[in-house]
């Protein structure tokens, strides 16, 4: 096998390497993350022994928690360019005995092939002949990290860590595993820890901003991914999360800028394109956010995501028959996506498709019982029916599932002024206001309820309030009010309106 070429991952500056001196002071030196080739098979096994096996565990990406939490997590393994197998012909073991070397090259080979088991197997076999040393550890817990067993790897990285208080890879690694236990706070600090003994450590300074990120602590990852791209200013991913974390908190010029750096770095990147679609969908820039969920789905056309969210942009643009279209091949992607039902549901409301409507959103709602957009959507398909009773239930869950959600109020409040149930209606228009106090409709609705409840100067000083607000009362209502007299239905003043932007559900 000489000759051959192996590529793994190993910390140093870009280079390719030929020597197993050279590579090993590149390991003991820089921490950017680099692709080596080493021209043997024999020099391959030695260079890990010698450098421990350093392989980093990186969780790329974050995306917004209101959105997809993809959880991308890469192990950097072995390149494997010729099929090797672990058997007594291989050149790398040539020893009989199972030697710690013999044992740890075994390992190295397996871990290769992704058999962890029998990697873990020698691993644990070489610890039993040399227990004190922390690389052994170290490995055996990336074997464990790569099976999903967290805890057995996590006990492994700290035991590496106690032979070796200064193992930055075994601390970099640990955070990985809390990470995707959900120890958000141990992985922060195990983190914080790797970049006390290697300040420049970008991978670290990414990865605890993802973390930040998730904790919603969002300027505190924007400061992290800020140090990581003074160190790295090529950092693709680095600009896309930190445009992620601007977007979060409403600075979307800023986020904008980094979604483009992104591109301008890795132009196939179609989460970025995604990400900034969503920040022009949020600016009510339909046309750009349409044109950049497009880009997406050209570099993933399985991206169930963007077919949904330019499903979204169309409801807005009035282009409906795109919007089914789009949503529909979010579903065929997706099956479970809730979503995708909600809004082709909520196009098909658009239509005055409202039994279409109704079946869509069900079927959201089975997806997701707790979905409150979905449970609304079919509330205003049941009213439009005429079926004020489902409609009131449907309302009535999607308040309880969002508490704040004054739109919600609002409608139930509708249903029950039509119901002729007003004193009900005043309680969701009070409700409403309490939430929104500058909702000048919601004071002449509730004026209107008032008037019909004949409390009359309640009435007046709603209308009142509702002019002060801007809002241009209609004549016939301060006609009849003047009056007192009663209109000849509850709908002739405030009608139910069709807001298609309260209908869709995006999802980032």
């Known amino acids: 096998?000489?000759?051959?070429?192996?590529?793994?991952?190993?910390?140093?500056?870009?280079?390719?390497?030929?020597?197993?001196?050279?590579?090993?002071?590149?390991?003991?030196?820089?921490?950017?993350?680099?692709?080596?080739?080493?021209?043997?098979?024999?020099?391959?096994?030695?260079?890990?022994?010698?450098?421990?096996?350093?392989?980093?565990?990186?969780?790329?990406?974050?995306?917004?928690?209101?959105?997809?939490?993809?959880?991308?997590?890469?192990?950097?393994?072995?390149?494997?360019?010729?099929?090797?197998?672990?058997?007594?012909?291989?050149?790398?073991?040539?020893?009989?005995?199972?030697?710690?070397?013999?044992?740890?090259?075994?390992?190295?080979?397996?871990?290769?092939?992704?058999?962890?088991?029998?990697?873990?197997?020698?691993?644990?076999?070489?610890?039993?002949?040399?227990?004190?040393?922390?690389?052994?550890?170290?490995?055996?817990?990336?074997?464990?990290?790569?099976?999903?067993?967290?805890?057995?790897?996590?006990?492994?990285?700290?035991?590496?860590?106690?032979?070796?208080?200064?193992?930055?890879?075994?601390?970099y690694n640990k955070a990985i595993a809390c990470k995707a236990k959900g120890q958000y706070d141990q992985s922060i600090s195990d983190l914080t820890k790797a970049l006390e003994i290697s300040p420049r450590l970008t991978e670290a300074y990414y990865n605890r901003g993802v973390l930040y990120f998730a904790k919603e602590q969002f300027d505190k990852a924007i400061t992290d991914f800020d140090k990581a791209l003074e160190i790295c200013p090529q950092y693709t991913m680095a600009y896309n999360d930190r445009g992620n974390a601007y977007k979060a908190i409403g600075q979307y010029d800023q986020a904008i800028s980094d979604y483009a750096k992104a591109i301008k770095e890795n132009p196939k990147l179609a989460e970025t394109y995604y990400n900034r679609a969503i920040v022009c969908y949020k600016r009510d820039q339909h046309k750009l956010a349409v044109s950049d969920f497009t880009k997406a789905l050209e570099i993933n056309p399985h991206y169930a995501e963007a077919y949904c969210n330019r499903g979204a942009a169309y409801i807005t643009k009035g282009q409906y028959d795109e919007a089914i279209s789009d949503c529909t091949k979010a579903i065929e992607i997706n099956p479970d996506y809730a979503e995708a039902y909600c809004n082709r549901g909520a196009v098909y409301i658009a239509k005055k498709l409202y039994d279409e409507a109704i079946l869509d959103c069900t079927k959201a709602i089975e997806i997701n019982p707790k979905y409150a957009q979905a449970c609304y959507n079919r509330a205003i398909s049941y009213y439009k029916k005429g079926q004020?009773?489902?409609?009131?239930?449907?309302?009535?869950?999607?308040?309880?599932?969002?508490p704040t959600d004054a739109q919600a109020y609002n409608s139930r409040g509708l249903v029950y002024g039509t119901k002729g149930e007003y004193d009900l209606a005043i309680s969701d228009y009070t409700k409403v206001i309490e939430l929104s106090p500058m909702s000048a409709k919601a004071y002449n609705k509730r004026a209107l309820a008032y008037y019909l409840t004949g409390k009359y100067d309640e009435a007046w000083e709603d209308v009142h309030k509702a002019q002060n607000l801007g809002l241009q009362v209609s004549p016939g209502f301060l006609r009849n009010l003047s009056e007192a007299s009663p209109p000849t239905m509850f709908d002739n003043i405030t009608e139910f309106e069709d807001d298609k932007n309260q209908l869709v559900k995006y999802r980032e």
């Not at 009773?389 to 449907?394: C, G, I, N, P």
């Open 388 to 402: 004020y009773d489902k409609a009131v239930l449907d309302y009535t869950k999607a308040i309880e599932l969002n």
């Open 1 to 171: 096998m000489n000759g051959a070429t192996k590529e793994f991952i190993l910390p140093g500056d870009p280079a390719e390497i030929e020597t197993n001196s050279k590579i090993y002071e590149y390991l003991m030196g820089e921490e950017r993350c680099v692709i080596v080739r080493i021209r043997s098979e024999k020099a391959f096994i030695s260079i890990l022994l010698k450098c421990g096996m350093v392989l980093y565990v990186f969780f790329m990406g974050c995306k917004d928690k209101s959105i997809d939490s993809y959880d991308r997590q890469t192990v950097p393994t072995i390149k494997d360019e010729h099929n090797l197998t672990v058997s007594d012909e291989t050149v790398a073991i040539e020893e009989a005995t199972d030697s710690v070397e013999t044992c740890i090259s075994r390992a190295v080979l397996y871990y290769s092939k992704g058999k962890y088991d029998q990697a873990i197997s020698d691993y644990t076999k070489a610890i039993g002949i040399k227990p004190g040393d922390a690389t052994i550890f170290y490995n055996r817990g990336n074997a464990y990290n790569a099976k999903g067993q967290f805890d057995e790897a996590i006990s492994d990285y700290i035991k590496a860590i106690e032979i070796n208080p200064l193992y930055i890879e075994a601390y």
